[in-house]
């Protein structure tokens, strides 16, 4: 499972890299629609000034006839030197009439819907020193005589230019433009129109930005502004006006901005084009910044053709790959050795083998094989301690080996033996059973009965002994009490253990004599001790009873072998 | 009595600081006029040195066309200067770092004195009326101050004899200074003076 681990792991850094990039991608798109807007409102400057610049040539080119107007021209050179106001007060009239007359031309000139932008707020006709000889709008019942004289837009429009300007005129903000005026080849005076900055003017020059919020301002004070749909309000544009207008490239006619917005917007700010940026005023542009919240965000905004434009036979093929690897390794990795597993298990259940071989898998299934083997070890033990005894003492010769004729069955072999080796089986097929030395005493041969081979047992009569095994040395009779070593369970059971431990000694240590082993250095506390040793491991893994000890001649050596006794 | 004249050579306007219009054309049909100096708003011509000042009364000057007129003073210190709002329109001048002459509203036809204590030099300044720009000298030795006629000539009264420096302002600057003798036989007439200042 090592592949498949991996490549799950592989899949989670895949998808945690994906999320990482999204998450990335959020602060990457944010950042370039911030600077997208940035860009979009530095145009938006651009194309503002343009636009007010434009719109500032058609004021000039709307004054341009009557700056030759004939009328006016008179009356403006009738009232230079003249000092009294009296008199200037009828001059001023007929100079009222004549621009009147002139405005009214131009409304007649220009469809209804575009005369509220025709009709000036305010006009000044002055005579060739800059007085005041009539003017239209709030002050126009002033009395003629006050000067205009030092106001560039007049001084220069004296001097024959003609010019625009934007100015503050009594606490107002006008966008004015002026043109000399001509009477008999001179010089005359000047005439002047202004337009006040309001909103149906800042909605005009904003339809040419698309969604922005134009603003235009007088100091702190917002003078008139358009807001499109989903463009910043104009209190987010005008609240942040004292950080703009405090900043010194402002005040040095450059940009302000791009500044962020409470909202998240982005505005620039620029003072006007004009004597009025003098008095901080100037105008905002602002637009939305569209920011991505969240990766879902990301995605719901994406077009159709942004989906379009996925290269999504590549993605499917890789998804395709990647599946395909990760079911390819847990193929390999999992189903081919369940299956071959379960295929193993089956043919042991069918009895066509015994156990599984666990080196046929590795890792966990190799631990599984394992578990199993011991599984069936262990239903096997199970199963012969739950059958019948006899049915018990077979399978249990089977599993473990021959056992002496006896309750207490060969399990353990001892000192220099390996393990108890199976009886070759007698002639006649019947499994034969080792019979230890020191058992009791033989049973005479049933007549008739057929007589066992003769290398098996050639004293004793019994069952075979293995090839190469010695037969049984009968325990010498004087030595202390006799008792079986594979005794009934009655006998086991009310034999002393440190009597049956002294029994085993004196055999074991009479059939190394017999053998012609040296019996020197041999102790009984060291044997009990080894037996006792060895009991204890036994008792661990076997549900028995108690444990007994028999000796026995294994090539032409004394051996011990250890058998549980079942409860 | 002195008298005298003043005349300007060809000068060039200065870089203003930001563009102040979007349109400044000739008007296609007659040729502009030559730019000219309006003296009697522009200059002012004074004597220094020692000696009691020849008048003590007020100075008056007005704002008129949004601007202090005349748009160069200069004053000796402890003089009142009286300025009258001659314009249809309010204003608030102000002259940065001068006591008692911080912005205050000024209706048309209303009249504010200023006592000039400091000597030192000022821009005057108004709120509502961007374009307006003067300049205020306050000396302390000043003797006394012609009258500039709008073709530059200019002169001075009782002036007693003396010498003195003869000192024409434009603006902030100081453009000519000329040592003068006053003497009480007869009155001192002085050949046209040339300046090629710029403003």
């Given at each position: 499972m090592l592949l498949t681990r991996f490549w799950y792991i592989i899949l989670a850094v895949i998808a945690a890299a994906g999320a990482s990039a999204a998450l990335l991608s959020l602060g990457v798109i944010n950042r370039q629609g911030a600077e997208h807007v940035g860009d979009e409102l530095r145009r938006d400057r651009t194309d503002l000034d343009a636009i007010l610049r434009l719109e500032a040539r058609a004021r000039l080119d709307r004054i341009a006839f009557i700056s030759v107007d004939n009328k006016l021209g008179g009356v403006l050179k009738q009232a230079a030197g003249v000092p009294d106001r009296q008199k200037l007060g009828g001059l001023s009239s007929e100079a009222k009439d004549a621009m009147n007359a002139h405005v009214a031309r131009l409304l007649e000139a220009q469809s209804d819907a575009s005369t509220g932008a025709i009709k000036p707020d305010i006009a000044f006709a002055v005579d060739i020193t800059g007085r005041i000889i009539a003017q239209l709008g709030p002050l126009e019942s002033n009395p003629p005589g006050s000067s205009l004289a030092t106001y560039p837009f007049i001084a220069r429009a004296?001097?024959?230019?003609?010019?625009?300007?934007?100015?503050?005129?009594?606490?107002?903000?006008?966008?004015?433009?002026?043109?000399?005026?001509?009477?008999?080849?001179?010089?005359?005076?000047?005439?002047?129109?202004?337009?006040?900055?309001?909103?149906?003017?800042?909605?005009?020059?904003?339809?040419?930005?698309?969604?922005?919020?134009?603003?235009?301002?007088?100091?702190?004070?917002?003078?008139?502004?358009?807001?499109?749909?989903?463009?910043?309000?104009?209190?987010?544009?005008?609240?942040?006006?004292?950080?703009?207008?405090?900043?010194?490239?402002?005040?040095?006619?450059?940009?302000?901005?791009?500044?962020?917005?409470?909202?998240?917007?982005?505005?620039?700010?620029?003072?006007?084009?004009?004597?009025?940026?003098?008095?901080?005023?100037?105008?905002?542009?602002?637009?939305?910044?569209?920011?991505?919240?969240?990766?879902?965000?990301?995605?719901?905004?994406?077009?159709?053709?942004?989906?379009?434009?996925?290269?999504?036979?590549?993605?499917?093929?890789?998804?395709?790959?990647?599946?395909?690897?990760?079911?390819?390794?847990?193929?390999?990795?999992?189903?081919?050795?369940?299956?071959?597993?379960?295929?193993?298990?089956?043919?042991?259940?069918?009895?066509?083998?015994?156990?599984?071989?666990?080196?046929?898998?590795?890792?966990?299934?190799?631990?599984?094989?394992?578990?199993?083997?011991?599984?069936?070890?262990?239903?096997?033990?199970?199963?012969?301690?739950?059958?019948?005894?006899?049915?018990?003492?077979?399978?249990?010769?089977?599993?473990?080996?021959?056992?002496?004729?006896?309750?207490?069955?060969?399990?353990?072999?001892?000192?220099?033996?390996?393990?108890?080796?199976?009886?070759?089986?007698?002639?006649?097929?019947?499994?034969?059973?080792?019979?230890?030395?020191?058992?009791?005493?033989?049973?005479?041969?049933?007549?008739?009965?057929?007589?066992?081979?003769?290398?098996?047992?050639?004293?004793?009569?019994?069952?075979?002994?293995?090839?190469?095994?010695?037969?049984?040395?009968?325990?010498?009779?004087?030595?202390?009490?006799?008792?079986?070593?594979?005794?009934?369970?009655?006998?086991?059971?009310?034999?002393?253990?440190?009597?049956?431990?002294?029994?085993?000694?004196?055999?074991?240590?009479?059939?190394?004599?017999?053998?012609?082993?040296?019996?020197?250095?041999?102790?009984?506390?060291?044997?009990?001790?080894?037996?006792?040793?060895?009991?204890?491991?036994?008792?661990?893994?076997?549900?028995?009873?108690?444990?007994?000890?028999?000796?026995?001649?294994?090539?032409?050596?004394?051996?011990?072998?250890?058998?549980?006794?079942?409860? | 009595m002195v008298l005298g004249s003043l005349r300007d050579s060809d000068q060039a306007a200065a870089k203003p600081p930001r563009a102040a219009c979007n349109w400044e054309l000739e008007n296609g049909v007659k040729e502009v006029a030559k730019a000219r100096v309006a003296a009697d708003r522009e200059l002012a011509v004074v004597l220094v040195g020692a000696g009691a000042p020849a008048a003590s009364e007020p100075v008056e000057a007005s704002v008129s066309g949004g601007e202090l007129l005349p748009a160069t003073l200069v004053l000796r210190s402890g003089t009142t200067l009286r300025i009258r709002n001659s314009d249809e329109i309010g204003h608030e001048l102000l002259a940065k770092g001068l006591d008692g002459f911080s912005a205050e509203a000024s209706s048309p036809g209303a009249v504010r004195a200023i006592n000039l204590k400091q000597v030192g030099h000022w821009e005057i300044i108004d709120r509502l009326a961007a374009h307006a720009r003067a300049h205020l000298h306050v000396l302390p030795d000043v003797v006394a101050v012609a009258k500039v006629e709008s073709g530059g000539s200019f002169g001075f009264s009782d002036v007693a004899p003396g010498k003195y420096t003869l000192k024409v302002f434009r603006g902030e600057r100081e453009i000519l200074a000329k040592p003068i003798e006053v003497t009480s036989d007869k009155a001192l007439s002085l050949d046209p003076l040339t300046f090629t200042e710029t403003k």
């Open positions: 004296l001097r024959g230019y003609v010019r625009d300007d934007v100015v503050v005129y009594d606490r107002r903000v006008y966008r004015m433009a002026s043109r000399p005026v001509l009477y008999g080849g001179e010089y005359v005076g000047a005439v002047a129109h202004g337009y006040r900055f309001d909103d149906k003017f800042a909605q005009r020059v904003a339809g040419g930005l698309g969604d922005a919020t134009v603003m235009f301002f007088y100091g702190r004070t917002p003078l008139a502004s358009s807001v499109a749909t989903g463009a910043p309000q104009v209190a987010e544009v005008a609240a942040i006006l004292p950080e703009a207008l405090s900043d010194k490239h402002l005040q040095q006619g450059e940009r302000v901005g791009p500044l962020s917005l409470q909202a998240g917007g982005r505005a620039v700010y620029s003072l006007i084009v004009g004597g009025a940026a003098e008095a901080e005023v100037g105008y905002a542009v602002a637009r939305a910044l569209p920011l991505v919240a969240s990766p879902l965000a990301f995605f719901q905004g994406a077009s159709r053709e942004d989906v379009q434009a996925l290269p999504l036979p590549w993605i499917g093929v890789a998804c395709v790959l990647l599946a395909m690897i990760g079911l390819m390794f847990v193929y390999f990795e999992r189903d081919r050795p369940y299956k071959v597993l379960r295929q193993k298990v089956l043919t042991v259940a069918a009895g066509e083998r015994e156990r599984l071989l666990v080196t046929e898998w590795r890792g966990a299934y190799r631990a599984l094989a394992d578990a199993i083997n011991q599984a069936l070890d262990k239903a096997v033990e199970r199963a012969a301690e739950l059958a019948p005894s006899s049915k018990k003492k077979a399978n249990l010769d089977e599993i473990l080996g021959p056992t002496p004729d006896s309750h207490v069955e060969p399990y353990f072999g001892f000192a220099d033996a390996g393990p108890p080796q199976q009886a070759k089986a007698p002639s006649n097929g019947s499994a034969a059973k080792p019979q230890p030395q020191a058992a009791a005493p033989a049973a005479p041969t049933a007549p008739g009965a057929p007589q066992p081979p003769k290398a098996a047992a050639p004293k004793v009569p019994g069952p075979a002994v293995p090839a190469g095994v010695k037969p049984p040395v009968p325990a010498p009779a004087p030595k202390p009490a006799p008792l079986p070593l594979q005794g009934t369970n009655d006998n086991a059971d009310s034999a002393d253990q440190a009597t049956h431990y002294r029994q085993v000694f004196q055999q074991y240590l009479s059939v190394r004599k017999d053998c012609g082993e040296s019996t020197d250095g041999l102790s009984f506390e060291k044997f009990e001790l080894t037996l006792n040793k060895t009991r204890d491991q036994v008792l661990q893994k076997h549900p028995a009873k108690d444990v007994r000890f028999t000796v026995y001649v294994k090539e032409g050596k004394a051996a011990l072998k250890a058998a549980p006794v079942k409860r | -």
